[in-house]
């Protein structure tokens, strides 16, 4: 039981509307953590906490032990906390190389370069093809990003949060608005993470939460609502009743759990 | 010092005024309109025009300087800013920036580049001997006027119906076309009402701070920090912007000639680091 | 995972080839080096674009790059003309040396209010900008013992060129003075290249594309503001030094709202974010400003208004394709 993330009563108020209520979160080593709850629970204001893109109004978050409340984005990528975001946020105006390869350089130390061309270093090269070709987008990787299928911005959004190394990895519906088609591309992309590495995923698509998850935690209204092992939320009553809501949920579950 | 202040507070309303369209604007279109001066300009103009040309008084050409730049903000609007709200904000600022650069070339082709005069009817001139201190007549008259002004632009956001029919455009300008506000028609009002204070301040501050063809880009900075400072998401806060605005500049250009503008700007520069949403605004 | 030898890696060779030199970017120093060869009577011209090129390259760094939009990068130009007219009206009159404390003067000037961009909107930018402008203007204006005042420094003079290649003095012609900024602009733009095409430089269009996610992979947003910034001013502050040098003095004008409109203008025309936008823009706007000026002197502001105004509703990016005027749509 190694505990690489955590949060001690974490509270986010705006102008008298609490947002994010008393959450006190723990995220093993390799865990592989779905955050769950209806919409508006404050499921990403929470990854915003967690990776500094808002400041809590009170409470602390802590990697390996570590206070990070006070540090800034930037600094907790660095330590290896690297989220993804539901809407697509990349860099229109580069290309999937040059994203990765930027990111991949950040993660290098070698992003502050200004003599020697990017990619000029094989290390950051190399990172680069693996990574185009695990996420198979080696034959796009010089179109404009705005030029792209959703489906394949989908994966580099994803792409470009591995090229930073993660060692806690948020996802933040990875899935959302991809095409049927091209969803089983993502799961098997999500399910080939390297072990060691701490996933939190946020989600509505059930059969992607309890296929990839052994951990669950329901967030209902900025508060943590339940929490427990996948198997145990999936048949829990009172989740059911607040965000599953009927029997075809419970079917799903069951039959694959 | 009195009437320091005075002068200062009646040079702020002034500011206030001539720049308040420009914070509706830019609370409204988010657009970026640094030729805003040139409506001032072009109220003042008139005035002076219809006065020397025409014999207008002087309080018959202040309704029309109004009404006369208003129509010019509502066809401008219609035409060449229209196509221009979507763009980004450097296009916005190179489009207005070639506004003002017309407007100004033009008045000086047309009018010429000396300053112009208005000579104010007998009754504003002079001052008002008050506590022993002497006031002058026509900047109480331009504290009384604009105070008005202030207060029927309050009352018209806060209590008409089309007052929140543009605050809720302001908030949110999607969700009002959704709920069937006619979103065009009101930024179309908006700029021409905004146009036409400017029009008024223009011709009201002939007298006070000069007119000639310069005057948009030499005011343009003056208008730009009440809107900045002082937010768009109210009418107090250029209100107030414009009042520390129009002190600080009276008194630092007072007690210490030898900076001049380099108060104003130095302490617009420093309040824009320390609260960049501006000094008054909401959020 | 495919295995890939180094020397067949996709990404290298992509990524090598993004940075080659192109046959058009050779095109550009080869048309700057036939013109100082073959138009001898057009020295003065050609130091006057040679300097607006600069002055727009620089202001390309932050604006086409790093998306700052400013309206008082002519606070740097200035500079730099003021420092190094004093130092050689002062210290000493050798060009490269006062050339150097331009460049130093001007970086430490955009260090410092690089501070000062880093928070806020675009308005907020623009204000803050044009504010550092105006507040030099003013300084300069009322430190007139220092300054000149109004009337500017007058009656630089410089000393010769000593150069690796020999030593050249200053003539009427110009001659040695366009070759002079030319020389200089060709070696700002092998830097700013070099500059554009490093991690660091594609981290600033990072930056500019997207805030929010360049800081979430781990890059510090702020202190690649700071030094891009501080670069900018640093080359402006050289186009402003070799004004200073090449044309004797140096006057308040320089700070002057136009000249941030004007270098504004002269970027857009070029069009921005690909390095050279600066030079073309500068080449063109002398054109424009030739052809107008000859035929109305005095009101060449109105149709260059004019032009910004139907530039700007019609598309920036059609400039370069007029066909595209006339049809609706992107």
């Known amino acids: 039981m190694n505990v690489v993330l955590e949060t001690r009563s974490l509270v986010k108020r705006f102008d008298g509307l609490t947002v994010t209520d008393g959450v006190s979160l723990r995220l093993e080593r390799g865990a592989r953590h779905a955050l769950i709850g209806p919409n508006g629970a404050g499921k990403t204001t929470l990854v915003n906490l967690l990776t500094g893109v808002l400041a809590a109004t009170s409470g602390q978050v802590e990697l390996d032990g570590r206070d990070i409340t006070a540090l800034p984005v930037h600094a907790r990528v660095r330590r290896g906390i690297v989220r993804t975001f539901q809407i697509n946020q990349l860099f229109g105006g580069l290309t999937p190389l040059a994203s990765i390869a930027l990111a991949v350089s950040a993660q290098q130390g070698r992003s502050a370069g200004w003599w020697r061309p990017l990619g000029r270093d094989t290390a950051v090269t190399t990172e680069c093809d693996r990574l185009l070709n695990g996420f198979h987008l080696a034959d796009v990787m010089d179109r404009p990003v705005a030029s792209l299928a959703y489906g394949k911005l989908r994966l580099l959004e994803i792409a470009i949060a591995l090229a930073c190394k993660p060692r806690v990895l948020l996802l933040d519906e990875p899935a959302a608005g991809v095409p049927e088609g091209d969803r089983q591309e993502i799961f098997d992309t999500i399910a080939a993470l390297p072990v060691d590495v701490s996933v939190l995923l946020i989600e509505h698509d059930m059969d992607l939460v309890f296929n990839f998850a052994r951990t669950v935690t329901v967030l209902v209204d900025g508060a943590v609502f339940a929490e427990g092992d996948a198997a145990a939320i999936a048949v829990d009553p009172r989740v059911k009743a607040v965000y599953l809501g009927d029997d075809d949920a419970a079917a799903v579950a069951t039959g694959h759990g | ?283 | 995972m495919a295995d890939e030898a180094p020397s067949t890696s996709a990404a290298a060779s992509s990524l090598r080839r993004s940075a080659r030199w192109r046959v058009w970017e050779l095109a550009v120093f080869a048309a700057m080096s036939l013109a100082w060869l073959l138009l001898p009577g057009q020295s003065l011209l050609i130091n006057q674009i040679a300097i607006v090129a600069l002055f727009a390259v620089s202001l390309d760094l932050i604006l086409g790059y790093a998306g700052i939009v400013s309206l008082g990068h002519a606070a740097f130009f200035g500079f730099g003309a003021y420092a190094a007219a004093l130092f050689a009206k002062g210290t000493m009159n050798d060009p490269l040396a006062g050339l150097a404390v331009a460049v130093a003067a001007s970086a430490v000037l955009g260090a410092a209010t690089s501070l000062l961009i880093l928070r806020g909107t675009d308005l907020t930018r623009l204000m803050v900008t044009l504010g550092v402008a105006s507040i030099l203007y003013e300084l300069a204006n009322k430190l007139d013992d220092i300054t000149g005042g109004a009337d500017g420094l007058q009656g630089v003079v410089m000393g010769p060129l000593l150069t690796p290649f020999g030593r050249f003095a200053f003539d009427l012609s110009g001659r040695v003075a366009s070759a002079y900024s030319l020389v200089i602009l060709a070696l700002a733009l092998l830097v700013a290249r070099r500059l554009v095409h490093s991690p660091f430089g594609v981290s600033l269009q990072a930056l500019r594309d997207n805030r929010l996610r360049a800081s979430s992979i781990g890059l510090s947003v702020r202190l690649r503001l700071v030094a891009v910034y501080t670069i900018a001013a640093a080359f402006a502050g050289a186009a402003g030094g070799l004004l200073a040098q090449t044309s004797g003095f140096a006057s308040l004008d320089l700070f002057d709202f136009h000249r941030s409109a004007e270098v504004l203008l002269v970027l857009v025309i070029g069009g921005t974010g690909y390095l050279y936008g600066g030079v073309i823009g500068a080449v063109v706007f002398q054109l424009l400003h030739d052809v107008i000026s000859a035929w109305t002197p005095q009101y060449w502001n109105f149709w260059l208004g004019l032009f910004l105004v139907v530039l700007m509703i019609v598309g920036r990016e059609r400039l370069v394709t007029p066909w595209k005027w006339f049809r609706r749509g992107p």
């Open chain 2, 1 to 283: 010092m009195l009437t320091l202040l005075f002068d200062g507070v009646a040079y702020g309303m002034l500011l206030f005024v001539l720049a308040v369209g420009l914070a509706v604007t830019l609370g409204l279109m988010n657009f970026i309109n640094l030729a805003h001066g040139a409506f001032a300009m072009a109220g003042g103009y008139i005035t002076v025009l219809l006065m020397s040309r025409a014999g207008v008084p002087f309080l018959v050409c202040l309704p029309i300087a109004f009404i006369g730049t208003a129509l010019l903000g509502a066809l401008l609007e219609r035409t060449l800013y229209r196509p221009m709200y979507a763009k980004p904000h450097l296009d916005q600022v190179l489009f207005s920036i070639g506004l003002v650069f017309m407007a100004v070339t033009a008045v000086d082709y047309f009018v010429g580049s000396m300053q112009q005069n208005i000579t104010l009817p007998p009754w504003l001139q002079g001052r008002l001997p008050i506590e022993g201190v002497g006031i002058g007549k026509y900047r109480l008259f331009i504290v009384v006027l604009c105070g008005l002004l202030t207060v029927a632009l309050q009352f018209v956001l806060a209590r008409t119906r089309f007052g929140s029919r543009l605050r809720a455009s302001v908030d949110d300008p999607r969700v009002a076309g959704g709920l069937g506000l006619d979103v065009s028609r009101i930024f179309m009002l908006t700029f021409a009402v905004g146009s036409g204070l400017a029009g008024l301040g223009g011709a009201l501050g002939a007298e006070v701070l000069g007119l000639d063809p310069t005057f948009p880009l030499k005011f343009m900075i003056y208008f730009l920090i009440v809107v900045s400072v002082g937010g768009t998401t109210t009418i107090t806060g250029p209100l107030l912007a414009a009042l520390l605005l129009g002190i600080a500049d009276v008194a630092g250009k007072y007690y210490v000639p030898k900076l001049g503008a380099f108060i104003v700007y130095s302490l617009m520069i420093a309040i824009l680091v320390v609260r960049p949403q501006g000094l008054f605004a909401r959020r």
